[in-house]
């Protein structure tokens, strides 16, 4: 039965380095849960973590969090290899979950968690950040009430001018993938979402590694382009990258062409954090959105309140598998 939280819901924490604690902050700030549990392999982000939140345990590991039968939610901040198994481990234990994205290295994964979810009537969610700004909320909202009219084309790009810190990324068997499952995940969640998760028809992508098109096993991408063709008629065109020469640290941006107008979502100045949000009529356009804005802590914050309000299986849980058989189509598995 689905649990009905009239006190804060008590979470543990699994991987706190940086994007584990920027969620735990953001939850902490928000006063919606507990911060009861922390578990960590490497004992310098457990100490970091535990100054977020003095009041919380330290434990070991997953094992640890799962023998406390006093949480209701599990936030995972691990390498992308883990992903599934551990939200699946924790669902089966009746535990509600929120994921770093990848949920799951694979299409196939990622229906076993969702699977598992559903199993359990658990709440799962994963860590789509950019769906929570400010300018993608009313972008969306804009195509929602048709303001965009019919919507036939999108195009997205995410270029990052450095590559991942952590030596795993680049090992296909531990990520899924390169910067494809890294940054391209953001951007065919973003169109799918704005497009109402219609399905796929056709896939066509061109996948690079240091500048040749990649050819070998275990190998990841550093440059990526895929084009979707969609059951509705609308071609959705992405791009993605690590490393490259940009001219800035990023460029982030995605646009939406519909018949009754466009809207585009960017970022300034080639910031992470930035964005402005437009509407586009013919020649004129209508500022939607500007920085600044904290919105990266959103989703995670967005979970505790739906894990306040009840925590059972959601329907739109079944979305996060549309995204993956996208990414798998693109990566031709």
């Not at 507990?34 to 960590?40: K, R």
């Not at 084009?227 to 490259?244: H, P, Q």
Request: hydrophobic fraction near 40%.
């Amino acid at each position: 039965m689905t649990k009905h939280h009239a006190r804060r819901p008590r979470l543990g924490f699994l991987g706190t380095g940086w994007i584990g604690r920027h969620r735990m902050e953001a939850i902490h700030r928000s006063g919606e849960a507990e911060i009861t549990a922390i578990a960590d392999r490497s004992p310098e982000n457990a100490r970091q973590a535990a100054k977020i939140a003095p009041e919380a345990i330290l434990v070991d590991s997953l094992d640890d969090l799962l023998s406390m039968k006093k949480l209701d939610g599990i936030v995972i901040a691990t390498p992308s290899a883990c992903h599934s198994s551990q939200a699946i481990q924790a669902l089966d234990a009746g535990f509600s979950v929120f994921c770093q994205k990848p949920l799951a290295r694979t299409a196939e994964e990622t229906g076993q968690v969702i699977d598992a979810a559903r199993k359990a009537d658990r709440l799962l969610s994963v860590d789509f950040s950019y769906r929570y700004t400010d300018g993608f909320q009313k972008i969306n909202s804009l195509a929602k009430s048709g303001g965009l009219g019919d919507i036939y084309a999108a195009d997205l790009v995410f270029h990052n001018a450095y590559g991942p810190d952590k030596p795993w990324f680049y090992d296909a068997a531990l990520s899924g993938g390169g910067c494809l499952m890294d940054l391209g995940i953001h951007l065919i969640d973003l169109a799918l979402w704005v497009l109402d998760f219609p399905r796929l028809k056709a896939v066509s992508s061109s996948i690079y590694a240091g500048g040749t098109r990649l050819n070998g096993p275990g190998m990841v991408e550093d440059y990526a382009v895929a084009s979707l063709g969609l059951e509705n008629g609308s071609i959705v065109r992405i791009a993605c990258s690590w490393n490259l020469p940009a001219g800035q640290d990023a460029v982030i941006e995605s646009t939406f062409f519909g018949t009754k107008g466009g809207a585009r979502f960017s970022n300034i100045n080639g910031s992470f954090y930035d964005f402005t949000a437009e509407r586009f009529t013919g020649t004129s356009r209508e500022t939607l959105s500007v920085p600044p804005e904290d919105w990266g802590g959103r989703a995670s914050v967005a979970w505790v309140q739906q894990l306040r309000n009840g925590g059972g299986f959601s329907p739109a849980t079944e979305n996060l598998l549309f995204t993956a058989a996208a990414l798998d189509a693109a990566y031709g598995r």
